[in-house]
């Protein structure tokens, strides 16, 4: 059976945007489907950083549509490869997983290196989706590993792009952020990696992953 990935157009649409949006980077319907539709990147008038993350995700979404999971799994490699795309030109080292601590704006201490057994672990838990516990398992996986940092840019953007791949493959829907909840998502988030709740997991499963049965209603409702 080809399991190659299709994705409808309002499912690119939306996970364009979320990509887009962990980057500040707000594109309204028009300017998504110019995007997607392969108006050059340099047409949006955005600075050079941003240009490279729009031809990014159009990149990255491009591979997983192109991607014929009977021969892929959804694992380590899978992980670094959609980093190597959505960081490209961006890190000094893409597609590589960090091997020096960082740090970043919301959390005060460095956060540590992370052994390769604990991130694999976490992709592990995206192989056992079904309908009865996906809106558990993979709000989890997403936070926990946005929260390792695991590589040196493009965290969220590899995260849910894998999340989005093991969802897609088992036909399960999609994760996504958009501008109505995008504030809240920041602020649930800022509060996870700063150890202050877990609220974020509740609010993704219940607010941000919507069946592929329901991704046309979204798309008529925010886009149309």
Known sequence: MNTQMKLQDAS???????ALLFEGIHLDYTDTLRLLNGVDVHAFGLDEVDTIILRNVVNALHFLENTDFNKTNIDLDLYITLNSILAEEQALFVGKLRDIPTSIGCIEEEIGVYDKKDIMHEIERLNF???GNVKNVVPKVFCRLA???PFFDGNKRSTNFLCNAALNKKNLGIFF???ENVQDFNLHLKDYYQGKNEKIFQF???K???SAHDIDKIYI???A
């Open 12 to 18: 690119k649409i939306l996970l364009a945007q979320t």
């Open 129 to 131: 989706i079904d309908a």
């Open 147 to 149: 929260r390792m940092q």
């Open 177 to 179: 952020v958009n501008d």
């Open 204 to 206: 993704i499963g219940d």
């Open 208 to 210: 941000l992953m919507k």
């Open 221 to 223: 409702r925010f886009y």
